[in-house]
């Protein structure tokens, strides 16, 4: 299993500012992910952070928007930049654990929520 | 692209009852399946994963079974109590690590 902290947990922020949200995980991961959850929806893939390279971004996010780090195998950072109250989600880290038999299961954080006035 | 549907959207029922959660899925070429629980403004705890080539998993009350072939899992949860209410969310895995998300299903149980 994998045991996943966020900061912070929840934030309000005014628009056009930028929020960094940080995971840090209890172990080394190779696969680490950020999600989105939109009030009332169900949760939407941002990007798989890559340890040492450039994240690679889902379908209409872009870096300039969710700036992704990823400087070692245990944290991950994203940034929500330029900030519209469209942004206000709840915002979770995910990572990918091997345990046995080839079986690959997903744990989430508890998640960022975020408040865009 | 591959879709998730679950039903009901929303369930409630009295403390005791058994419940049923569907999933369905429209692309079988799966590699996984994973049912996970979320409290209210909170993350996702997992439950349960399914690999593609089983037929169920069971954890204490929980069963999950998976048919592959015709894009569905259903979520059993035995002998409900008010500490099951919660929102039950299930993801189908393909070959890259993404998981594609249901839009889960709500589940209030009365005591």
């Known amino acids: 299993s994998a045991v996943i902290s966020q900061k912070p947990s929840r934030d309000i922020c005014q628009r056009g500012t930028s929020l960094t949200i940080q995971c840090q995980v209890d172990s080394q991961v190779t696969m680490m992910f950020w999600y989105r959850q939109q009030p009332g929806q169900s949760l939407t893939l941002i990007a798989t952070a890559n340890q040492g390279s450039e994240a690679t971004y889902e379908s209409g996010f872009v870096i300039d928007k969710f700036p992704i780090s990823r400087p070692n195998l245990t944290f991950s950072t994203l940034t929500v930049s330029n900030m519209s109250p469209e942004d206000s989600s709840i915002y979770l880290c995910?990572?990918?654990?091997?345990?046995?038999?080839?079986?690959?299961?997903?744990?989430f954080g508890p998640g960022t929520r975020l408040t865009v006035l | 692209k591959q879709e998730v549907t679950q039903i009901p959207a929303a369930l409630s029922v009295p403390e005791g009852e058994n419940l049923v959660l569907n999933c369905s899925f429209t692309?079988?070429?799966?590699?996984?399946l994973q049912w996970f629980r979320q409290d209210p403004g909170k993350g996702l705890t997992s439950l349960l994963l399914?690999?593609?080539?089983?037929r169920e998993q069971t954890s204490g009350r929980l069963n999950a079974s998976l048919d592959k072939s015709s894009g569905r899992s259903t979520l059993y949860i035995a002998a409900s109590q008010p500490g099951d209410s919660a929102t039950y969310l299930c993801a189908v895995r393909q070959g890259d690590y993404k998981l594609s998300f249901g839009a889960g299903t709500t589940v209030t149980v009365r005591a």
């Open positions: 399914i690999q593609s080539s089983q």
């Open positions: 692309d079988s070429a799966i590699y996984n």
């Open positions: 995910s990572v990918a654990v091997r345990e046995g038999l080839g079986t690959d299961t997903q744990y």
